[in-house]
């Protein structure tokens, strides 16, 4: 199904790197994976985006993909967490899309495999798009002329409309929105002044400290997996301390709700920091407002460390080192249902 | 305050052609009337693109005036009503934001005299973006830093955040928005071809009936008016049909809330035609789901006529062809908050 072949030599490229030093962390790839069943096409990646910006995929006609996953806002709503059709909330803070391509595992538990079984998840959830169906999702699509000459273009065959199909043209979107040429990225080109002296002394207490136990590999969200395998870690793992209860981390049993197995409790997929700094609130429960607090929280509940003011402020510069540069986005126009509508109060 | 000279030299210009034939309806205007008070400046409609498209001027952070009117979407939203923050709804359908600019009075009920004045209502509508106040909304925007510097450098001054500027910003964006080059407007322009045969019965049936009376000028909208003043008509006037029970015409007062004058009970501002295929559902609360239905309606109500089917379809076709060419708009990145958010959950 995916494009393991490519990933395993994609990986076995970077190993050099990763091993030559501690420092040298592989950059951000320049090449998206994208599965063999799902090839990148100019049309499909423009459908993708309609459908991406389109509210009419939610049982309200108020909530599209670019509601929770806001491109012009680095890919999140910076809200703590999102709301769906009737203003119902979730419980888990919103992931940015920006990247979520080169994520080998989808949502903070890691339910979805790829982006493609991932785009199919907020259109049916109650508290999200809220849609019925996938079948009732394909309804509204297969009402709007323009999409079904788009979706023959480009799908072809009897059945050109599928949810399967749906979601495949939003995930070949979604592989366009990458941010690559952050500072972190200049200055491991060899760029020296890519970063400022707090930033350098960030990256090295990052990496001394034991941040890149978890956050490590290209997308700093751990080693390099296969697509379809997720990098899980307990959070909080160190429970006695006061950030514990104040920002309730214990609420939510993460993954343990997908496999309701015991060693599952309070497992979350490792967070990539790419563009971080744009991506606040934190957490799975969007609890933390700043950086700073969060890098403090994270410092006790995984390593057991109390940082300084000076040490937090120089990992928040050097995370903020992470932001890349935002895709180039045409405001799409969406198809048209002339002389009526398909939505209802 | 606004430029009514400009206005009075424009309609001098029409008035020969409005004279030398009653189908001889002005075009869409190619000029957009600007407040002398608030001028264009590239930089002012950039920064009013970005505030238009930003959810944090919301109680929630949810809702932008794109939500409701959307760029993509003909500058409407295709709900009967528009849902607000928290999910709330309105109780009037959201008008096109494309060629508002060249109305005399925003709302169904006219009270704002400016896109300016009206781009203030929605922020602080309890049931739409729901900021208590515009002091708040000046608050939110004050708290983003890159918002301060282009305020600073489209605005100046030792004030240069109030929620009059966020209303002048917005506003001169959406002076932007317009479509010219309809059919309609080519066929004037002496493209004979422009409109079929179906839309030119249409063209000569919409005259002969009446439409105009109320539908004309260059807005379809009626007569010119200086900025700030609005042509208004009871809907429905005639009240015994099976369509006033069956879509609720007679709940809403119109412009009676707004003066309380018994002789502004429903009274609304009339609409303009332009783009009206893309804009359904139809009426003050949204209540007929097609155009056609919406022609037979206003027919029978507004000048007791009951249309046969090939009448209603000529009307249609002839309406479809003030269909414009949508803008081209660039999507807008938004200034962030490194590290840290405004919003609450």
């Known amino acids: 199904m995916l494009s393991v072949s490519r990933w395993k030599k994609w990986a076995l490229l970077c190993a050099p790197v990763l091993a030559s030093s501690a420092l040298l962390w592989a950059q951000m790839p320049s090449q998206v994976p994208v599965p063999k069943d799902n090839p990148q096409t100019p049309a499909k990646v423009e459908l993708g985006k309609k459908l991406y910006f389109d509210p009419r995929i939610s049982i309200t006609g108020t909530v599209s993909c670019n509601s929770c996953h806001n491109v012009m806002t680095n890919g ?143 997308m700093f969200d751990g080693p390099s997996q296969p697509m379809g395998t997720g990098f899980y870690m307990k959070f909080p793992l160190n429970t006695d301390n006061e950030y514990v209860k104040k920002y309730d981390l214990l609420a939510d049993t993460g993954r343990y709700q997908v496999t309701h197995q015991e060693s599952d409790q309070h497992m979350f997929v490792v967070q990539s920091l790419w563009n971080i700094e744009m991506t606040a609130p934190y957490f799975h429960n969007g609890s933390v407002k700043n950086l700073e607090e969060a890098v403090r929280v994270m410092a006790k509940t995984q390593l057991d460390k109390s940082l300084t003011a000076g040490q937090a402020k120089d990992l928040v510069a050097f995370l903020d080192s992470l932001t890349g540069v935002s895709p180039h986005i045409g405001m799409p126009r969406l198809p048209e249902t002339p002389n009526t509508t398909i939505l209802e109060k």
Not at 140 to 163: K, M, N, W
Request: with cysteine; net charge negative; proline share 7%.
């Open 76 to 218: 999140t709503d910076n809200r703590p967490v999102s709301a769906g059709a009737h203003g119902k909330l979730g419980d888990r803070n919103s992931p940015t899309v920006f990247n979520a391509a080169f994520r080998s595992v989808q949502f903070w538990d890691g339910r979805a495999a790829s982006l493609e079984e991932q785009a199919k998840g907020p259109q049916t959830n109650p508290v999200e798009m809220g849609m019925p169906s996938g079948e009732a999702v394909v309804g509204r699509i297969e009402a709007i002329p323009e999409y079904r000459q788009e979706f023959l273009e480009v799908f072809g065959g009897s059945q050109p409309i599928t949810f399967d199909h749906i979601a495949q043209a939003i995930a070949s979107f979604e592989r366009t929105l990458i941010t690559p040429n952050s500072p972190y990225d200049r200055y491991m080109k060899g760029d020296k002044s890519a970063l400022s002296a707090e930033a350098r002394r960030g990256l090295e207490l990052f990496n001394s400290i034991g941040c890149t136990a978890c956050h490590g590999g290209p």
